[in-house]
């Protein structure tokens, strides 16, 4: 049987799909699949000098790269739609013309002069100033006078006295006074309709059961409740989760590092190690499980889970997940994601499929890989006809007297070694050093000078085999006539 949870990402695209956006989608969306329920994506898309058509598309391309699948909204339609808000006015202006026929919405026509004169007035005395309600009780001479020379009116949101509460999935009981809320504008005089009504509107119309968005709204929510309540609708459940904060616990932003979703794809993040990460930003499964698949995710998702601390994005962490990831990934998929990198760089020809060879050397690259980016740059030197010394890896090992005459009695010895696998070829070195009276350090870290003229690289003598007898030879070769040069 479908389930009747149908949950909702309201993203407003004045910007890219950021971290923080993509946790909130994310809860939704496995709230939705727990349940067996609906996803629905809509675009509040009321700020037209601050939306964009790059920016949805930027939010649904990041949305899709993390593999978060909406039920209805752009693109797919839906039995709600439009899922665009700013084609939805009318409703909201419905509705507003609604509250004031049933009494909970009256017309303003204060001048926005005189609720600033007001506003610091109150200021001045050190008081802050709430709607005086100056225009709910005007006589019916007054308002006929007003309409008469078409005064312009707002229309406001009479909030009713008394206490009134919500159960926060995440934060518990929260009580309001509605004596501390104004009577806030819904409508403005130019019809356009504010965030509060659009918001509460749509959700009314799309059946929203549970609202799960950012700690940011929580002091919305009170208004929101009240709409609803106005409405004569169901009023959902909310669950409010916490920020995001940098490593400095101060709100995550660019000062910290990337904060967009595609531009972490940009880096080289899988997208199964983003959205594990991004679950585990302020949820937990209740157990010390770190790595874990959607399904498993989708298996254990609570809102109980969220908590109401905030929670700090950890790059460190996310690296580290990304590289399990990379580590636990099939061979063939892991080869299809890195080849286009590699073609991109010259490395690889393009189109070309991977073969053996390239498989066995991304297997290589593999253990020190923590995001895909990684592969390019330590493939480089493996695909390359022509390795370039590092000046550090020549300061740091090629600096040892007769160097140039150990490598070259190695590369006679090498020319010998059969099979050329990693094991003789590990004889080999270990045998010619103990020959030539110096240490296999030495022989083996200028080895890898040669083969990939860095310092640090995956087991030589694996590297080595991988390069196999001839381009070792080569690679030797060159470094023994630059030793030569050096001279
Ligand atoms: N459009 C709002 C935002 O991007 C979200 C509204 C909501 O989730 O209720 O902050």
């Given at each position: 049987m479908a389930s009747s949870v149908r949950v909702r990402f309201a993203p407003?695209?004045?910007?890219?799909?950021h971290v923080g956006g993509a946790r909130t989608a994310f809860f939704n969306w496995l709230y939705a699949r727990r349940h067996g329920g609906a996803f629905v994506l809509r675009i509040e898309d009321t700020d037209a000098e601050r939306s964009s058509d790059d920016m949805i598309a930027g939010i649904l391309d990041g949305l899709r790269w993390l593999g978060l699948d909406w039920d209805e909204g752009p693109g797919i339609g839906g039995p709600h739609e439009p899922y665009f808000q700013s084609q939805r006015f009318d409703r909201h202006r419905a509705a507003a013309a609604a509250l004031v026929a049933g009494g909970h919405a009256y017309y303003c026509y204060c001048s926005a002069d005189r609720l600033r004169q007001e506003r610091e007035r109150a200021d001045a005395r050190g008081e802050a100033w709430q709607y005086?309600?100056?225009?709910?009780?005007?006589p019916s001479q007054r308002i006929a006078e007003l309409e008469a020379s078409r005064a312009p009116r707002a229309i406001r949101f009479k909030v009713p006295p008394g206490q009134t509460a919500f159960a926060d999935a995440v934060h518990g009981r929260i009580e309001f006074d509605g004596a501390h809320i104004e009577d806030f504008v819904i409508l403005r005089s130019d019809g356009h309709p504010i965030y509060h009504l659009s918001v509460v509107v749509d959700d009314v119309d799309m059946r929203i059961t549970h609202v799960i968005r950012g700690d940011d709204h929580i002091s919305n929510t009170p208004k929101h409740v009240l709409l609803f309540q106005a409405l004569g609708a169901p009023v959902p459940r909310f669950a409010h989760v916490p920020l995001i904060l940098g490593a400095d616990k101060k709100r995550l932003s660019k000062r910290h590092g990337a904060t967009s979703v595609m531009e972490y794809a940009r880096q080289g993040y899988l997208p199964d190690a983003m959205v594990n990460f991004l679950a585990l930003l302020g949820w937990s499964p209740g157990d010390d499980r770190e790595l874990m698949s959607r399904r498993e995710l989708v298996d254990s998702f609570t809102l109980e889970g969220i908590s109401g601390g905030n929670a700090v994005f950890d790059t460190a962490k996310l690296e580290w997940m990304n590289g399990q990831y990379i580590a636990r990934m099939p061979i063939e998929e892991l080869a299809a994601l890195v080849l286009p990198l590699l073609a991109r760089e010259g490395l690889w020809p393009e189109h070309a499929p991977a073969d053996e060879r390239l498989r066995r050397l991304i297997e290589l690259l593999r253990p020190r890989a923590?995001?895909?980016s990684d592969f390019v740059d330590q493939a480089r030197p493996f695909l390359v006809d022509t390795v370039e010394y590092e000046p550090e890896a020549i300061k740091k090992h090629l600096d040892v007297p007769g160097l140039s005459e150990h490598v070259a009695v190695l590369v006679r010895a090498l020319r010998e070694?059969?099979?050329?696998?990693e094991q003789q070829v590990e004889t080999t070195v270990r045998r010619t050093a103990e020959q030539q009276g110096i240490k296999a350090a030495s022989l083996i870290h200028a080895a890898r000078v040669a083969a990939t003229g860095r310092t640090a690289s995956p087991g030589i003598f694996e590297v080595l085999a991988w390069l196999g007898r001839d381009r070792t030879v080569r690679r030797l070769e060159q470094l023994v006539s630059f030793l030569a040069s050096q001279d």
């Amino acid at each position: 049987m479908a389930s009747s949870v149908r949950v909702r990402f309201a993203p407003s695209p004045t910007g890219y799909l950021h971290v923080g956006g993509a946790r909130t989608a994310f809860f939704n969306w496995l709230y939705a699949r727990r349940h067996g329920g609906a996803f629905v994506l809509r675009i509040e898309d009321t700020d037209a000098e601050r939306s964009s058509d790059d920016m949805i598309a930027g939010i649904l391309d990041g949305l899709r790269w993390l593999g978060l699948d909406w039920d209805e909204g752009p693109g797919i339609g839906g039995p709600h739609e439009p899922y665009f808000q700013s084609q939805r006015f009318d409703r909201h202006r419905a509705a507003a013309a609604a509250l004031v026929a049933g009494g909970h919405a009256y017309y303003c026509y204060c001048s926005a002069d005189r609720l600033r004169q007001e506003r610091e007035r109150a200021d001045a005395r050190g008081e802050a100033w709430q709607y005086d309600r100056a225009c709910l009780s005007l006589p019916s001479q007054r308002i006929a006078e007003l309409e008469a020379s078409r005064a312009p009116r707002a229309i406001r949101f009479k909030v009713p006295p008394g206490q009134t509460a919500f159960a926060d999935a995440v934060h518990g009981r929260i009580e309001f006074d509605g004596a501390h809320i104004e009577d806030f504008v819904i409508l403005r005089s130019d019809g356009h309709p504010i965030y509060h009504l659009s918001v509460v509107v749509d959700d009314v119309d799309m059946r929203i059961t549970h609202v799960i968005r950012g700690d940011d709204h929580i002091s919305n929510t009170p208004k929101h409740v009240l709409l609803f309540q106005a409405l004569g609708a169901p009023v959902p459940r909310f669950a409010h989760v916490p920020l995001i904060l940098g490593a400095d616990k101060k709100r995550l932003s660019k000062r910290h590092g990337a904060t967009s979703v595609m531009e972490y794809a940009r880096q080289g993040y899988l997208p199964d190690a983003m959205v594990n990460f991004l679950a585990l930003l302020g949820w937990s499964p209740g157990d010390d499980r770190e790595l874990m698949s959607r399904r498993e995710l989708v298996d254990s998702f609570t809102l109980e889970g969220i908590s109401g601390g905030n929670a700090v994005f950890d790059t460190a962490k996310l690296e580290w997940m990304n590289g399990q990831y990379i580590a636990r990934m099939p061979i063939e998929e892991l080869a299809a994601l890195v080849l286009p990198l590699l073609a991109r760089e010259g490395l690889w020809p393009e189109h070309a499929p991977a073969d053996e060879r390239l498989r066995r050397l991304i297997e290589l690259l593999r253990p020190r890989a923590k995001r895909l980016s990684d592969f390019v740059d330590q493939a480089r030197p493996f695909l390359v006809d022509t390795v370039e010394y590092e000046p550090e890896a020549i300061k740091k090992h090629l600096d040892v007297p007769g160097l140039s005459e150990h490598v070259a009695v190695l590369v006679r010895a090498l020319r010998e070694t059969s099979p050329f696998d990693e094991q003789q070829v590990e004889t080999t070195v270990r045998r010619t050093a103990e020959q030539q009276g110096i240490k296999a350090a030495s022989l083996i870290h200028a080895a890898r000078v040669a083969a990939t003229g860095r310092t640090a690289s995956p087991g030589i003598f694996e590297v080595l085999a991988w390069l196999g007898r001839d381009r070792t030879v080569r690679r030797l070769e060159q470094l023994v006539s630059f030793l030569a040069s050096q001279d």
